[in-house]
């Protein structure tokens, strides 16, 4: 089922973090397998990157991941730090989350790809996100589990998407948790509620363009897509036009930029989402209630219709 | 026992088959009518007023409330801060004034048989499913699936309502003041749908039967669903409706779209009419 939030303030800073975490915390129901939480917030200030990566799962109760000794966590980061120095960054920040998440922050001005592919080298390490907006946190449990495990709840910024998971398609685990980073694009992050049926087709044609893939789950095929449009200088909200004729299923959509927040529904109108706009606000979720987290007092609320592509700035 | 043929609801596309010896006699003798009871129906004062606030209430909690109330023979009741929750008002099985101030979540009011409810916010997926009779207005907008499988009332939405409206309904009339998305009347069977605004894509795929009225444009019609001629009994019927339904009296309904089933998706020259009946 899984249940999808976001929420764009206008024009101001808030506590996103806790305003995400009560929105995704109203539909743990939708999805109690694992969440998590694109926010987009001031960065460091300097304008350097921030990096969160794993390399390593969570291997609680629930999830599908293979147990590995802690000790190869160290050993793994070591290299990570190696391949950011070698390829001319440096480490400006960084903080352990849990045994197998991190932060960073770096200063670096080259190719990104590149970047990317080198980090990712190392046995089991993804990155999560990196930008100089995008917190990107998933991890294994509901909304309020996963935002305390990371300290989300003080994170300030202008707009965020997060998503609670059912898996269906894939394992329960941090890798095929949502939401997905546009690699190798900084400040990209989707979330999806739905299946796509034509999966291993487009990711088979993305492969061949050079775009990675770090699960089998079917929702980051939307991420890499978009990437993929935006890297050939594909408009945003064109892309995801275009993605309502070539992605085949069911499917409701976010995406997030740094600056940015859109919708996307199938031609099918098969899933959910109420969408709330005001002059300084948008939010949206899979339900009301999420929506009600916010605002609980009576507001005008609808249903996007079938192939509808909505953006807002923030 | 009435003979339906050709009758008035048959050239209004409502029905095909002859309806005759399907009376409820044949299922309830009156004389034995004691005997039968409808369990959870209550009969209650229409005078006898209260309110319930919802929002420290979950559904559950709220629903047996307004259980426990019309056992006390409360005929009028007011839910303030409702909040979007979901199943409120379902399984109500007798005659009921209720008034929910704000907007209902999913499976509003659902599996309802003979309450008058009126929403003054809007309602999430699946209002009013497997209605059986009475009468519901919403004053916003409506999710999808609104209507889903209906038998029988009056479902109104003055706004605008999402995806699948009317989906494999069976009776009733649902009409809605705004638009209406993609498969409006999916697969309905009976029953009669009314959009004053403009509908989306595939409207009344594959139908059975039943009548869909449209008064804006339809972006595409399902497969075998047809448009038919407007007759004098459907805009006499339609401007009935929308008067009683408090809804578009202004509205010119000479200009509206009829549209019924095709009738060659589901080969209905083969079976006699107790085997369609059985089919559906």
Redo the contacts between chains.
Sequence with gaps: MCGIAGLIHKGKTVNIGKELQDMLQALKHRGPDSTGFALYGQGNNQGDYIMRFKVGENVAEGSSAVNEDKSVYDERRKQVDKHIRDLGGSIVNDAQLTPYSFRYCIKYNKDLMEFSKRIESVEMTEILSLGKSLELVKDIGDASVVSKQYGLDKIKGTHAIGHSRMATESGVDIRSAHPFWGYPFSDVSVVHNGQLTNYWNNRRALENKGMRFMSECDSELIAVYLAEKMRRGVALKDGMKDSLKELDGVFTYLVATKDSLGMAKD????K?M?LYESDDLVAMGS???A??TLL?Q??????P???EVKVWQI | MANLKNSKSQSMGLHKEVLTGRTQQVFFNPEEAENFFYYGAYDVDFNKRTEIDAKNLTCAKLNDKLNALMKEGYGTVVVKNPQGKHSLGVGILNKLNLIFEGSLGYFGVGSIDGPVVRITGRVGWSCAENMMAGKVMIEKNAGSCFGAAIRGGDLICKGSVGARTGIDMKGGTIIVGGDAGAFTGFMMQRGRIIILGDVGINLGDSMYDGTIFVGGKIKSLGSDAVKSKLSSDDIFWLRRKLKVAEIGSDFDVTRMTKVVAGKKLWNYDALEPSEKKGAI
């Design positions: 031609t099918m109108a098969a959910p109420v339900e009301e209630i929506i009600r609980p009576e507001i005008d609320t609808y249903d219709y079938d192939g």
